[in-house]
């Protein structure tokens, strides 16, 4: 017990004499070091890629993709620490599949009501091709973090996180035009469940 404290007892002690460090270590240089890495490792979802019309689309139109990516939150653990970061989406880049890779740039873009199916948008695609093409989305994040409930610090660099691939068809269309009133002669061509000339 420390000298001037009543009844304080003073006994021989055989044991360590170095309760804690003299020099303690500050651990926030080091965790603002490694937080990038712990950043790019955390199991950040990408979202997904949503496709207007889907999973068929036609050729020579214009075929709306969105992202749906949210704001994500983890409570990790550094040289003995708490730490919580959060993820908070920015950039995306579209890669459609057919060779054409679109961003980064900031708009996730948006749903559109289907009689606009088809209207071009800042996240749209036109397909030259017909068959399955792979559609990949790669989401870049900001982040902060705040040790030990202090004051959140920003994360130096970006995350990069993609999502698996989603496959669009592409069909082609073909318009015909027929003489026939299928409510007149139901054989017509053109008229449902007749085959129609090539």
């Not at 992202?67 to 708490?82: L, S, W």
């Not at 202090?150 to 082609?172: A, K, N």
Request: charged residues 15%; negative net charge.
């Amino acid at each position: 017990m420390p000298r001037g404290v009543p009844g304080a007892v003073w006994a021989i002690h055989s044991g360590p004499t170095c309760l804690y460090d003299p020099q303690p270590e500050d651990l926030l240089p080091r965790i603002a070091a490694d937080i990038q890495k712990q950043f790019e490792s955390l199991p950040i979802d990408a979202g997904t890629v949503v496709a207007q019309p889907s999973p068929h689309t036609l050729r020579g139109a214009e075929t709306n993709f969105y992202a749906d990516a949210a704001e994500q939150q983890f409570d990790v653990t550094m040289f003995g620490q708490k730490v919580h970061v959060v993820a908070t989406p920015v950039q995306y880049t579209w890669n459609y599949g057919d060779g054409t890779v679109f961003g980064p740039q900031p708009s996730m873009g948006g749903p559109l009501p289907q009689d606009r199916w088809g209207v071009k948008t800042r996240t749209s695609h036109v397909y030259a091709e017909t068959g399955d093409f792979q559609v990949v989305l790669t989401t870049s994040f900001q982040g902060t973090y705040s040790v030990n409930d202090g004051p959140p610090l920003p994360i130096p660099g970006q995350g990069q996180f993609s999502t698996p691939p989603q496959t669009i068809s592409v069909w082609r269309s073909i318009t015909r035009n027929y003489a026939d009133d299928c409510n007149q002669n139901p054989q017509g061509q053109g008229c449902p469940g007749v085959a129609s000339d090539k």
